[in-house]
């Protein structure tokens, strides 16, 4: 099985300090949804890790999440793209749970659901916590420049082997391009 696992907000949707706590401040990041469609033909299963502290600083709730889910699920739809599953932690930091990334929780929930190794299974972050989570679980980290990429870029301390994309789209092309080459098949 091939999985990739992303982090939404500021990867899939543009992000906001303000936090996204409304379907109507859920908005895709030009060509994200279709870039998720190409790894789906590709044979990825597309997995989400969230961490949505928001609910645990009472800015939405569960019925809420979950129409910022629905409106997410449809927009890919309209574009031929399937999200298999969305992990999220709804903790804060305060909290101390063992979901919230930069710690593995959810990886480790992912590879449990799945029953499979996250050894080498990309994830796209854009938040650093989000690369060393991933990197502690195995999986392979890349950093988006949309969203909190920019300026965790600058900070830098990115997890060894990090690799660095404009935005979700040019990381699938670049990781579909890789996976052709590899198995001497054309795109
Ligand atoms: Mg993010
Ligand atoms: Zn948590």
């Known amino acids: 099985m091939k999985m990739i696992i992303l982090d939404r ?12 706590k409304s379907p109507a401040e859920w908005v895709p990041i030009p060509g994200s949804l279709e870039a998720i469609a190409r790894l789906n033909q590709a044979g990825y299963r597309v997995v989400i890790a969230s961490n949505q502290s928001g609910i645990a ?37 305060i909290d101390n749970c063992d979901c919230r990334k930069p710690k593995a929780g959810m990886f480790d929930e992912i590879a449990k659901r799945f029953k499979i190794s996250l050894k080498g299974v990309p994830t796209v972050g854009d938040s650093l ?46 990781l579909l391009k890789v996976n052709a080459a590899a198995a001497h098949i054309p795109i």
Not at 9 to 20: L, T
């Open 57 to 93: 600083r009472e800015l939405f709730d569960m019925t809420i999440l979950n129409a910022i889910h629905q409106k997410m699920h449809a927009n890919a739809q309209q574009v031929g793209a399937d999200i298999d599953a969305i992990f999220f932690c709804p903790h804060a930091a």
């Open 129 to 174: 916590r989000d690369l060393q989570a991933g990197f502690i679980s195995g999986c392979t980290p890349y950093l988006v420049l949309t969203g909190k990429g920019e300026k965790t870029r600058e900070t830098g301390g990115l997890p060894p082997g990090t690799q660095v994309f404009p935005d979700l789209a040019t990381m699938v092309g670049a």
């Open 9 to 20: 907000d500021g990867v899939i949707n543009h992000d906001s300090p303000a936090f996204i």
